[in-house]
Structure formats: structure tokens, C-alpha cells
């Protein structure tokens, strides 16, 4: 039987190495445009609105975790790649206002416009989307290998909370 390979299916042969540098995010006080900055550049604090924009600072999960569960899992083993990002609200008036996936190679940007939604599906192809093994979910082994991979939520009252790709799990194997 002749193995079939998807078109988004990583032809690297070992894990690729995080080209994409850090990002910054930065929001308009006015009109409320973000700007996502990448970090090696050196260029002065964008402006919008005639004004300086803000810069989000970034908060770890263990910082909300009483307002939001977050969460992720990798899944679709070599041919269809996925990053899973979960979330729970716990408290009211507490939404998320869009995810950012950086990945080994860019980022991309997800907003969300249905507050019922509880997950989104980030698609992954090319290096990204190398993976050691066939597991469908991951195993989260001691390979990790999105680790340099992190997850932007933007929670309501401009909470940005970071999220690496670093989960192992110690009983993967049973």
C-alpha cells in the first residue's frame, strides 16, 4: 500500500530551529488597533491615532488562572497538524478577544467573534508542522517538539497571557 503525504506535511528531517523572533504587541488607547512588532527590528514605539500606542504587557497562565482555564494540545500526527488552543471563562464579564500562534517560522492571528466559542484550530504546514512521531493526540513526550512555540490570548481588559508549547507529560508512555 503506497503511503499517502499531505501537502502541509513537514519534509524536514530534524526539528527546525525558531527563526521568528519574540513579538511585541502594542494597542491604540483610541481606536483600539493593535500592532504586533517583531522584535529585532529597531524601530521606535509605533503610533496611531496622533499617540504613542501601548504596549500589552504579558502575564503568565498561573497569573489568571482563577478567571480562565487555558490550554492546547497537538494533534493530527505527520500529515495533518494541528495546534488545539482551549479555554474556560470562570468569571463574568471575562472574554478572550483573539489568539496568536507563533511558530518556528511566523505567527498567525485568530479573532474571536462568537463568544459561545470555547477552542480554536490553528492549522499548521512546512516546518512547522514537524513532528518526531505519529501520535494523534500528542504524547507530549520528552521530545517536545513545538517547544518555541507560544500561544497569545488577549483576555478583555487588555490581559495578554502567554502560553509556551512546553507540556510533558511524564506517564506518556502507559
Same mark, same amino acid.
Given at each position: 500500500?503506497?503511503?499517502?503525504?499531505?501537502?502541509?506535511?513537514?519534509?524536514?528531517?530534524?526539528?527546525?530551529?525558531?527563526?521568528?523572533?519574540?513579538?511585541?504587541? !502594542?494597542?491604540?488607547? @483610541?481606536?483600539?488597533?493593535?500592532?504586533?512588532?517583531?522584535?529585532?527590528?529597531?524601530?521606535?514605539?509605533?503610533? @496611531?491615532?496622533?499617540?504613542?500606542?501601548?504596549?500589552?504587557?504579558?502575564?503568565?497562565?498561573?497569573?489568571?488562572?482563577?478567571?480562565?482555564?487555558?490550554d492546547y494540545k497537538i494533534?493530527?500526527? !505527520?500529515?495533518?497538524?494541528?495546534?488545539?488552543?482551549?479555554?474556560?471563562?470562570?468569571?463574568?464579564?471575562?472574554?478572550?478577544?483573539?489568539? !496568536?500562534?507563533?511558530?518556528?517560522?511566523?505567527?498567525?492571528?485568530?479573532?474571536v467573534d462568537n463568544l459561545?466559542?470555547?477552542?480554536?484550530?490553528?492549522?499548521?504546514?512546512?516546518?512547522?508542522s514537524y513532528v518526531y512521531?505519529?501520535?494523534?493526540?500528542?504524547?507530549? @513526550?520528552?521530545?517536545? @517538539?513545538?517547544?518555541?512555540?507560544?500561544? !497569545?490570548?488577549?483576555?478583555?481588559?487588555?490581559?495578554?497571557?502567554?502560553?509556551?508549547?512546553?507540556?510533558?507529560?511524564?506517564?506518556?508512555?502507559?
Amino acid at each position: 500500500m503506497e503511503q499517502q503525504f499531505s501537502p502541509s506535511r513537514s519534509r524536514a528531517t530534524s526539528k527546525p530551529h525558531v527563526v521568528c523572533p519574540p513579538v511585541l504587541f !502594542y494597542e491604540c488607547g @483610541c481606536c483600539k488597533n493593535l500592532f504586533q512588532q517583531l522584535t529585532g527590528w529597531k524601530i521606535a514605539p509605533p503610533q @496611531c491615532c496622533n499617540q504613542k500606542m501601548s504596549l500589552l504587557e504579558v502575564v503568565s497562565p498561573q497569573m489568571v488562572k482563577n478567571e480562565v482555564k487555558l490550554d492546547y494540545k497537538i494533534m493530527g500526527g !505527520y500529515n495533518e497538524n494541528v495546534v488545539v488552543v482551549e479555554w474556560e471563562i470562570q468569571v463574568e464579564d471575562l472574554a478572550v478577544k483573539w489568539i !496568536y500562534l507563533k511558530t518556528f517560522t511566523g505567527g498567525m492571528i485568530k479573532y474571536v467573534d462568537n463568544l459561545q466559542k470555547k477552542s480554536f484550530r490553528f492549522a499548521l504546514a512546512d516546518e512547522d508542522s514537524y513532528v518526531y512521531c505519529d501520535e494523534d493526540p500528542c504524547l507530549e @513526550c520528552t521530545f517536545r @517538539c513545538k517547544r518555541g512555540f507560544e500561544i !497569545y490570548i488577549l483576555l478583555t481588559g487588555n490581559k495578554l497571557v502567554k502560553l509556551p508549547l512546553d507540556k510533558m507529560t511524564a506517564n506518556w508512555h502507559s
